[in-house]
T-cell receptor
Framework: AQSVTQLGSHVSVSEGALVLLRCNYS??????LFWYVQYPNQGLQLLLK??????LVKGINGFEAEFKKSETSFHLTKPSAHMSDAAEYFC????????????FGDGTTLTVKP | DTAVSQTPKYLVTQMGNDKSIKCEQN?????MYWYKQDSKKFLKIMFS???????INETVPNRFSPKSPDKAHLNLHINSLELGDSAVYFC??????????????FGPGTRLLVL
């Protein structure tokens, strides 16, 4: 069984501030974890994924996430928010190499204020 | 060049009609997926095909029928459309995993509105 919880459906930060989007997961076996970004009227785009190679995963657009097994967390961070980061962000977990068996979180809307 | 494309981008139709959504990928992938994203942005897998063979078939009404004529195409036909079918439908594709999990590439979505 697998599940993922994104804490905070809406996060608002000022331009230049730290971005922190929270994701906690539950799985019975070591998971694969993903963060996706969805811009308005577009499909999802993979930001980064954890596949057990390294606990700190660096992704595109300056984002990174750290896998913490003890906390069952995979929070997404970016040191300095940019206006173009405003979007919907989804965390997903899979216990299968078939990505289609991922379970997605409910999403977090990131707003960036000038 | 668009990696995963869907047509149409928007679809407005009456209840009871039958409609199809098409998906094509030019990435050389052999696994394709259909997802449904509802008005609350909740994303759920519907179907997955690998080399034209159905490998994931979630609890979806049998009014929805996927068809994969070849590895590069996965179409979704919906019969007797209902109001609750209104959503955004995303197609995605991956290579078959040889180790680890492959990256999914998503299409831009088809926005279906049933009146």
């Amino acid at each position: 069984a697998q599940s993922v919880t994104q804490l905070g459906s809406h996060v608002s930060v000022s331009e230049g501030a730290l971005v922190l989007l929270r994701c906690n997961y539950s799985s019975s076996v070591p998971p694969y974890l993903f963060w996706y970004v969805q811009y308005p009227n577009q499909g999802l785009q993979l930001l980064l994924k954890y596949t057990s190679a390294a606990t700190l995963v660096k992704g595109i657009n300056g984002f990174e996430a750290e896998f913490k097994k003890s906390e069952t967390s995979f929070h997404l961070t970016k040191p300095s928010a940019h206006m173009s980061d405003a979007a919907e962000y989804f965390c997903a977990v899979s216990t299968d190499t078939n990505a289609g068996k991922s379970t997605f979180g409910d999403g977090t809307t990131l707003t960036v204020k000038p | 060049d668009t990696a995963v494309s869907q047509t149409p981008k928007y679809l407005v139709t009456q209840m009871g009609n039958d409609k199809s959504i098409k998906c094509e990928q030019n990435l050389g992938h052999d696994t394709m997926y259909w997802y449904k994203q509802d008005s609350k942005k909740f994303l759920k897998i519907m179907f997955s095909y690998n080399n034209k063979e159905l490998i994931i078939n979630e609890t979806v009404p049998n009014r929805f029928s996927p068809k994969s004529p070849d590895k590069a195409h996965l179409n979704l036909h919906i019969n007797s459309l209902e109001l609750g079918d209104s959503a955004v439908y995303f197609c995605a594709s991956t290579r078959t995993s040889t180790s680890g999990v492959e990256t999914q590439y998503f299409g831009p979505g088809t926005r279906l509105l049933v009146l």
